[in-house]
Nanobody, 115 residues
Framework: QVQLVESGGGLVQPGGSLRLSCAAS????????MGWYRQAPGKQRELVAS???????NYPDSVKGRFAISRDNAKNTVFLQMSSLKPEDTAVYYC?????????WGQGTQVTVSS
């Protein structure tokens, strides 16, 4: 079992940057995959980045080259560095992991990209 708490969201202008953090209530050292998802109003939740214990990352084409996920196992924290933000990146961003087949989600953090 784990609790995930996201932070770092906010309002940013197009072209700007934000860094999201996801703090876990327990060690993430052995959690194989940590991920970030987002959900915009009226749309399905979608994966934006994932990272394995070995550091392998995965991104959809929509964010590739603009977003970067990282994990600090010593601090039980996963980060999502977002740059060159676009209005279509506006969404609630959620941290996720799977432990023993159970999906765990944070409460989400709102990211709004607007001038």
């Amino acid at each position: 079992q784990v609790q995930l708490v996201e932070s770092g969201g906010g309002l940013v202008q197009p072209g700007g940057s934000l860094r999201l953090s996801c703090a876990a209530s327990r060690s993430i050292f052995s959690i194989y995959v940590m991920g970030w998802y987002r959900q915009a109003p009226g749309k399905q939740r979608e994966l934006v980045a994932s990272i394995t214990t070995s550091g392998d990352t995965n991104y959809p084409d929509s964010v590739k080259g603009r977003f970067a996920i990282s994990r600090d196992n010593a601090k039980n924290t996963v980060f999502l560095q977002m740059s060159s933000l676009k209005p279509e990146d506006t969404a609630v961003y959620y941290c996720n992991c799977i432990i023993l087949g159970i999906n765990y989600w944070g409460q989400g953090t709102q990211v709004t990209v607007s001038s």
